[in-house]
């Protein structure tokens, strides 16, 4: 590890580099930078099965790839399954040495393709299910998907109705299917991170892995600001960083500071029709979540 | 070793045999017996595979793409709804050049609900890029699971081996079940070129620009074209080792025929014995049997009709807007003949939703067929109640 210096992160990866540069992610995307992390932890013997998302166009074109593991892109809805069909088919040939991952966007993990993650879960099927959630569909222009927050415009959310839900909450759900691991991760915490990636590669059956992804052209952020963002999602506790073991053992792995859910919001333009009546009751949403969580994890830890 | 056997069990011994490695399957009436089967002969160890218990057929025939993309060989089985639901995966199979055999037990599409057989949810599936092979009996049900491993493992093209409803998947028959060495020396196990593999990291499936598109496209319809030879071949090698054949058609009796009826599925073995009393009778009539609709045998068509005044074609289907399926194609391939040897060619719709196609039904459209004078030259509905 380096030596810390004041103000800056400081942080733990491996060294193997798998993913390559000439790939097609806009600048500042939560979903790259995540991907890079993940294939430092996971290492050469992974096989990735991406359904439609943004990753299945970052991947590169036929017949380049960023990835530098075997990448199955698969139907929208199909990222779950098409990794049990891959598990299963390494499995009879005798091959159980490789990390089958799927890698999936929030509209293919909580919408199109809920279903079979759902199924998957519930048969405990030996994958490692990765959701880079940046809250909507961003690979056909921002459209809300059931993890789209509420009060965010999307472009079928538009700003006089902008999403009058709240987001569906996938730890939780998978959690109630008792995997055997389930966890909340961002690229702007690369140790708890990493920790979990490490800790999914080596549990046996179903494992979920839920990292907050910011996307500039969705949110209307910044790009030097995702690192930013994701670390405030955090630290406001919209994003809390927990994970729960067998659906039952809660752990929370970062004390959120509580700093005002304004401070998130106002880096984001997909926010900035909200009055200030709005962000009272967006922080009481919070608050309550974030009760909910800690008395989940006093119960159950 | 001979075995009495419904032909949803005929499906489930050929897949043994076949030694299928994955399976992933969802039940649907009339396929259920099939997956009921092999969840048997897994669990009692006498198929050595993967049997993915799917919350859905989408699911069972992407489990399956996953599994045949590591080069397992994969088996899936579905009717109606269930075909229908799979409809993105099943051009997704094709479109990725991958092996996997279904089974289909032909079923009427909803609604009114319906468990009963008909053929449009197999044809619906036609512009997909699988091979069909419709089956007559149970023991071409089984010999037709075998030959379609060996084909679509050759051409790398998905194969549907097709069965009716309730005349096939639950009647039962016996068999002659060919002996697991006998098997094994005729479909060999699979061997993927190319294949999901962490030594050779490759994408499958990515985004495809226009430049390069069309031509995947051209080298399916390559290996379409050539399916016909190897679907030929594989039959002729499975008469070597088995000594039974069933040919991509059948012509039946048609020597100087002056009529022809065409059929396929189920009704074929009832219009053998209608064609049978009516050339006994001294009648010039005979039969075509269709066992491989896609790819479509053209020339063999072509061939067997050629010549033959008048021509019936039953179709147990509805191509609504147009109509008999199977006589859309016939025609489509005669189009171009010769006048004088090009047959009148009359379309017959009959038994859908599982209504029974009688000697009396195919005894209407022979004699349809060969006095045509009050018969609708496209579309004649048979035993329509008024």
Sequence with gaps: MSPHVPGQITYDLPECELM????????????????????????????????????????????????GVPVVHCAFETAAITATGVRHGLDVQGVQDVNVVAWAGDGGTMDIGFGALSAAAERNENILYVCYDN????????????????????????????????????????????????????????????????????????????????????????????????????????????????????????????????????????????????????????????TFLMRKIELFS | ????????????????????????????????SIIEELADLVSEGKLDASFIKVESEHSALAGCIGASLTGARSFTATSAQGLALMHELIHWAAGARLPIVLADVNRAMAPGWTIWTDQNDTLSQRDTGWLQFYCESNQEVLDTALQAFKIAETIKLPVMLVLDAFYLSHTAEAIDIPEAPEVDAFLPP??????????????????????????????????????????????????????????????????????????????????????????????AVGLLKIRTFRPFPIALVRDALRGIPKVGVIDRNICPGFGGIFAQEIKASMYDMEERFRPAIYGFIAGLGGRDITPKTITEILEKTLHPE?????LNWIELKA
């Excluded at chain 1, 109705?161 to 109630?176: D, F, G, R, Y």
Aim: hydrophobic share 35%.
């Design chain 1, 20 to 67: 390559s540069s000439g790939h097609l992610a806009c600048p500042g995307c939560g979903a790259s930078l995540a991907m890079r992390i993940a294939l430092k932890v996971f290492g050469p013997r992974t096989v990735l099965c991406i359904p439609a998302c943004c990753w299945a166009v970052i991947d590169g074109p036929f017949p380049y790839s960023a990835a």
């Design chain 1, 135 to 290: 809250e909507a569909y961003m690979n056909t222009g921002v459209q809300r998907s059931s993890s789209t927050p509420i009060g965010a415009w999307t472009t079928t959310t538009p700003r006089e109705h902008p999403k009058e839900e709240p987001k569906k909450n996938l730890v939780e759900i998978l959690a109630a299917h008792r995997i055997p691991y389930a966890a909340t991760a961002t690229v702007a915490f690369p140790d708890d991170l990493r920790r979990k990636l490490e800790k999914a590669k080596a549990t046996k059956g179903m494992r979920l892995i839920h990292i907050f992804s910011p996307c500039p052209p969705g949110h209307k952020s910044l790009e030097s600001d995702s690192i930013k963002i994701s670390r405030l999602a955090v630290e406001t506790k919209v994003f809390p960083l927990y994970e729960v073991e067998n659906g039952t053992r809660y752990t929370i792995n970062h004390a959120s500071k509580g700093v005002p859910v304004q401070e998130y919001v106002r880096l984001q333009g997909r926010f900035k029709h909200l009055k200030e009546q709005d962000l009272q009751l967006m922080q009481q949403r919070v608050d309550r979540e974030w």
């Design chain 2, 1 to 32: 070793m001979q075995k009495v056997l419904t032909g949803n069990q005929a499906v489930a011994w050929g897949v043994m045999r076949a030694r299928a490695q994955v399976v992933s399957a969802y039940p649907i009436t009339p396929q259920t």
């Design chain 2, 190 to 283: 699979y061997r993927a070129d190319i294949k999901v593999d962490v030594d050779n990291p490759r994408a499958f499936g990515g985004m495809t620009g226009v430049d390069v598109y069309m031509e995947f496209r051209y080298m399916q319809q390559e290996a379409m074209n050539d399916a016909l030879r190897v679907s030929a071949e594989v039959d002729r090698e499975f008469a070597q080792h088995f000594g039974r054949s069933y040919g991509l058609i059948e012509p039946y009796r048609c020597e100087d025929a002056e009529a022809v009826i065409v059929t396929s599925g189920t009704v074929t073995s009832t219009a053998r014995d209608v064609i049978d009393e009516w050339r006994d009778r001294g009648e």
């Design chain 2, 374 to 378: 009050k018969t609708e030259r496209h």
